[in-house]
C-alpha cells in the first residue's frame, strides 16, 4: 500500500522558508523606516519649539516704577501663543499678547509670523496703535488660511504720564485691579475691534487708561482659566480672578508663580489642554534716578 506524505516536498519547503524570510526583511525595513521618519518628525519638532521659544523675549526693559513678570507654557511641543513686550520707537514699553486659533505646527508658524510683524512695526513712527494694529490685520490675513485667525492685544505704557494706550483686537480682556479699602475694582480693557485675519479690512478702536500707584494690569490667554482636572472640570474664571486678588500685594513675579501653581494643583496632574500665558504688571512710585532704559536678562531673573 502506498502511503502519501503530508510533509511538502523540499523544494516547496525550502521556497515558503525563503518567501517568509523576504517578507520579514521587507517588514523589518519598513519599521525602521517609519522608526527613521517619526525621529526625523520628533527632532524637527524639538528644533521648531527651539525656534519659537526664542520668539519668548530674552531680555526686559527694566521701567521705572512697573515691576513686571511673565511666563508662557506650550502645551504641546509648539505653541499658538504669543507675547512680547519691547521699547516702543517713542521710548514707551511695548506689550503685546496674543492667541492663534488651532494647535500644533501650523498655529505656531503662523504665531512666528505675527511676532516677525508687531516687531517690525514697532519701529514705526506712527503714534496711533489703532493704526498698526489695522496693519497687522491686513497682513497676517494674507497668510492666514480661511479657517484660522489670531486674537491680539497691544499696548504702549508711558511710564512718566502712568497713560496705557490700547488695542484688544477680540481678546481675553485684560483687567486692571484697583484696590479701594478693603475690596478692588476691576477694570476691563474691552475689545476695541474684531479678532485679526479672518475680516480682511477691520476697523479698530483705541482705548486709553491712566494706570496709579498700586494698580495691578493682568494680560493672559483663555488657557490659563481653562486648566481642568482628570473629570474635565476647568479651573475657571472666578478662581482665576480671587487667586489674583488673594496676592494682589506680592511682587509681579510672585504673583504670576502663584496663580500658576493654584492653577496646576487643581489640575492635579492631568495634560495641559491648552497654551498658557500670564503677564502681571504692578504700578509703583517711580524712582527718579532709576535709568529709563536698562535691560535685564529674564534667564538670568528666572533663575534668581
Same mark, same amino acid.
Given at each position: 500500500?502506498?502511503?502519501?506524505?503530508?510533509?511538502?516536498?523540499?523544494?516547496?519547503?525550502?521556497?515558503?522558508?525563503?518567501?517568509?524570510?523576504?517578507?520579514?526583511?521587507?517588514? +523589518?525595513?519598513?519599521?525602521?523606516?517609519?522608526?527613521?521618519?517619526? %525621529?526625523?518628525?520628533?527632532?524637527?519638532?524639538? &528644533?521648531?519649539?527651539?525656534? %519659537?521659544?526664542?520668539?519668548?523675549?530674552?531680555?526686559?526693559?527694566?521701567?521705572?516704577?512697573?515691576?513686571?513678570?511673565?511666563?508662557?507654557?506650550?502645551?504641546?511641543?509648539?505653541?499658538?501663543?504669543?507675547?512680547?513686550?519691547?521699547?516702543?520707537?517713542?521710548?514707551?514699553?511695548?506689550?503685546?499678547?496674543?492667541?492663534?486659533?488651532?494647535?500644533?505646527?501650523?498655529?505656531?508658524?503662523?504665531?512666528?509670523?505675527?511676532?516677525?510683524?508687531?516687531?517690525?512695526?514697532?519701529?514705526?513712527?506712527?503714534?496711533?496703535?489703532?493704526?498698526?494694529?489695522?496693519? +497687522?490685520?491686513?497682513?497676517?490675513?494674507?497668510?492666514?488660511?480661511?479657517?484660522?485667525?489670531?486674537?491680539?492685544?497691544?499696548?504702549?505704557?508711558?511710564?512718566?504720564?502712568?497713560?496705557?494706550?490700547?488695542?484688544?483686537?477680540?481678546?481675553?480682556?485684560?483687567? +486692571?485691579?484697583?484696590?479701594?479699602?478693603?475690596?478692588? %475694582?476691576?477694570?476691563?480693557?474691552?475689545?476695541?475691534?474684531?479678532?485679526?485675519?479672518?475680516?480682511?479690512?477691520?476697523?479698530?478702536?483705541?482705548?486709553?487708561?491712566?494706570?496709579?500707584?498700586?494698580?495691578?494690569?493682568?494680560?493672559?490667554?483663555?488657557?490659563?482659566?481653562?486648566?481642568?482636572?482628570?473629570?474635565?472640570?476647568?479651573?475657571?474664571?472666578?478662581?482665576? %480672578?480671587?487667586?489674583?486678588?488673594?496676592?494682589?500685594?506680592?511682587?509681579?513675579?510672585?504673583?504670576?508663580?502663584?496663580?500658576?501653581?493654584?492653577?496646576?494643583?487643581?489640575?492635579?496632574?492631568?495634560?495641559?489642554?491648552?497654551?498658557?500665558? &500670564?503677564?502681571?504688571?504692578?504700578?509703583?512710585?517711580?524712582?527718579?534716578?532709576?535709568?529709563?532704559?536698562?535691560?535685564?536678562?529674564?534667564?538670568?531673573?528666572?533663575?534668581?
Amino acid at each position: 500500500m502506498t502511503r502519501i506524505s503530508s510533509l511538502p516536498s523540499g523544494n516547496f519547503y525550502a521556497a515558503d522558508c525563503a518567501a517568509l524570510a523576504s517578507e520579514n526583511d521587507r517588514l +523589518i525595513a519598513a519599521l525602521a523606516s517609519e522608526a527613521a521618519e517619526r %525621529q526625523k518628525f520628533y527632532s524637527e519638532l524639538e &528644533l521648531a519649539r527651539t525656534v %519659537q521659544e526664542r520668539i519668548f523675549p530674552t531680555v526686559r526693559p527694566v521701567i521705572p516704577g512697573l515691576d513686571y513678570f511673565a511666563d508662557w507654557r506650550p502645551a504641546r511641543e509648539v505653541s499658538g501663543d504669543y507675547i512680547d513686550y519691547f521699547e516702543m520707537s517713542n521710548g514707551n514699553l511695548g506689550l503685546a499678547v496674543g492667541d492663534v486659533s488651532g494647535k500644533g505646527v501650523p498655529a505656531a508658524l503662523l504665531t512666528s509670523s505675527l511676532h516677525s510683524m508687531i516687531r517690525a512695526l514697532r519701529l514705526a513712527k506712527s503714534s496711533s496703535l489703532r493704526m498698526l494694529v489695522r496693519t +497687522i490685520d491686513k497682513l497676517f490675513a494674507e497668510i492666514c488660511p480661511d479657517t484660522c485667525y489670531a486674537t491680539l492685544f497691544v499696548s504702549e505704557y508711558d511710564p512718566e504720564s502712568g497713560q496705557l494706550r490700547y488695542v484688544n483686537a477680540g481678546h481675553e480682556p485684560p483687567f +486692571i485691579l484697583r484696590r479701594h479699602g478693603n475690596h478692588f %475694582q476691576t477694570v476691563f480693557l474691552e475689545s476695541g475691534g474684531p479678532v485679526i485675519g479672518m475680516l480682511h479690512d477691520a476697523s479698530y478702536r483705541e482705548g486709553v487708561v491712566t494706570l496709579r500707584p498700586g494698580d495691578l494690569l493682568v494680560a493672559y490667554t483663555d488657557g490659563v482659566y481653562e486648566s481642568a482636572n482628570a473629570s474635565g472640570e476647568q479651573w475657571g474664571w472666578p478662581r482665576f %480672578q480671587e487667586t489674583v486678588e488673594s496676592c494682589a500685594d506680592e511682587p509681579a513675579r510672585e504673583i504670576v508663580e502663584g496663580v500658576l501653581e493654584c492653577a496646576d494643583a487643581f489640575s492635579c496632574g492631568a495634560p495641559q489642554r491648552d497654551d498658557v500665558t &500670564l503677564w502681571v504688571g504692578r504700578v509703583q512710585e517711580a524712582v527718579a534716578e532709576t535709568p529709563r532704559w536698562r535691560m535685564e536678562s529674564v534667564a538670568e531673573l528666572v533663575a534668581a
